[in-house]
């Protein structure tokens, strides 16, 4: 839970028309708005979204009362180094919010300096791909995407497209209420490609799959995506490893489709992918030579 992350959850940066003028609208934030913010940002990532409405009553009952924010933070399924920095944040938000406006406004010019040269390359992929979804709709994402990421992700209406230099092989999708954008990287459709030649050689993916299964530390992570868990840091806490380890491992089972991206109720979920699963059942018999 860095400061950056827990503001701009609730505040996006999308819909104003510079980053200047994005960190003046910040700067200018109450205490009070701020604390709102840091508990909105900690309850999407650790409870279920209901509706933005009811939502923010409950984030005004806990932001509102300094002894019920204390104890909110307090009964966190976090570390305590995280938890004080937390404690930290609330006690003087102000002075967090000034010092994170300083620190991007100095940060501004070295990104630009770092951005500027694939400036155009971002504008002419990001217009390539908007209309190519636009004309292909839904099933233009499993095309691209050779069938990785599932047409449903996509719901009707529009979508803001953000093209990535910074993640350039990473795509994540918010569909929030009245936020709703997906962040697509530069070089996405080259490790799309890379997957799918990996998935060609059914040989090669048999093997990365038995691989993937014989990890015990995986195979446990397997075994809890299958009964609907799809929480990272819940994986982890179950396990006793750190959320890294848990990422990585998930990063594996994506790479060889052991897993796929689902739309859920209102985040993507990972679901095991069970066709791919039998397929290479299947194949095992028939490299074995099963008898019937």
């Given at each position: 839970?860095d400061?950056?992350?827990?503001?701009?959850?609730?505040?996006?940066?999308?819909?104003?028309?510079?980053?200047?003028?994005?960190?003046?609208?910040?700067?200018?934030?109450?205490?009070?708005?701020?604390?709102?913010?840091?508990?909105?940002?900690?309850?999407?990532?650790?409870?279920?979204?209901?509706?933005?409405?009811?939502?923010?009553?409950?984030?005004?009952?806990?932001?509102?009362?300094?002894?019920?924010?204390?104890?909110?933070?307090?009964?966190?399924?976090?570390?305590?180094?995280?938890?004080?920095?937390?404690?930290?944040?609330?006690?003087?938000?102000?002075?967090?919010?000034?010092?994170?406006?300083?620190?991007?406004?100095?940060?501004?010019?070295?990104?630009?300096?770092?951005?500027?040269?694939?400036?155009?390359?971002?504008?002419?992929?990001?217009n390539?791909l908007?209309?190519f979804?636009?004309e292909?709709?839904?099933?233009?994402?499993?095309?691209?995407?050779?069938?990785?990421?599932?047409?449903?992700?996509?719901?009707?209406?529009?979508?803001?497209?953000?093209?990535?230099?910074?993640?350039?092989?990473?795509?994540?999708?918010?569909?929030?209420?009245?936020?709703?954008?997906?962040?697509?990287?530069?070089?996405?459709?080259?490790?799309?490609?890379?997957?799918?030649?990996?998935?060609?050689?059914?040989?090669?993916?048999?093997?990365?799959?038995?691989k993937?299964?014989?990890?015990?530390?995986?195979?446990?992570?397997?075994?809890?995506?299958?009964?609907?868990?799809?929480?990272?840091?819940?994986?982890?806490?179950?396990?006793?490893?750190?959320?890294?380890?848990?990422?990585?491992?998930?990063?594996?089972?994506?790479?060889?489709?052991?897993?796929?991206?689902?739309?859920?109720?209102?985040?993507?979920?990972?679901?095991?992918?069970?066709?791919?699963?039998?397929?290479?059942?299947?194949?095992?018999?028939?490299?074995?030579?099963?008898p019937d």
């Amino acid at each position: 839970y860095d400061f950056i992350e827990l503001i701009s959850r609730k505040y996006e940066v999308i819909g104003h028309k510079s980053e200047m003028d994005y960190l003046n609208m910040i700067r200018n934030l109450s205490e009070g708005e701020i604390k709102r913010a840091i508990v909105y940002s900690i309850m999407l990532t650790n409870e279920e979204y209901v509706s933005e409405e009811e939502n923010m009553a409950k984030v005004e009952s806990i932001s509102s009362n300094k002894d019920r924010l204390l104890s909110f933070i307090k009964e966190l399924p976090i570390d305590s180094a995280t938890k004080w920095s937390l404690f930290l944040m609330v006690e003087d938000p102000t002075d967090y919010m000034n010092r994170y406006v300083n620190f991007m406004t100095g940060l501004l010019p070295i990104f630009k300096e770092f951005y500027s040269p694939y400036e155009n390359e971002v504008k002419e992929y990001g217009n390539y791909l908007a209309k190519f979804l636009n004309e292909n709709g839904a099933k233009g994402l499993r095309e691209i995407s050779y069938s990785i990421l599932e047409p449903k992700i996509l719901k009707e209406g529009d979508v803001d497209l953000l093209v990535s230099v910074i993640f350039s092989y990473a795509v994540s999708l918010s569909d929030r209420e009245g936020i709703r954008f997906i962040v697509w990287g530069l070089r996405m459709e080259e490790a799309f490609r890379k997957m799918k030649e990996i998935r060609e050689n059914k040989i090669i993916e048999r093997v990365q799959i038995f691989k993937n299964l014989g990890d015990k530390t995986r195979y446990e992570v397997l075994k809890l995506i299958a009964q609907g868990e799809t929480s990272t840091k819940n994986i982890a806490n179950q396990l006793g490893v750190s959320s890294a380890t848990i990422s990585y491992h998930i990063n594996n089972f994506l790479t060889t489709r052991l897993i796929k991206l689902d739309k859920g109720k209102n985040k993507l979920n990972y679901i095991i992918d069970y066709e791919l699963l039998e397929d290479v059942i299947r194949g095992l018999k028939e490299d074995l030579k099963f008898p019937d």
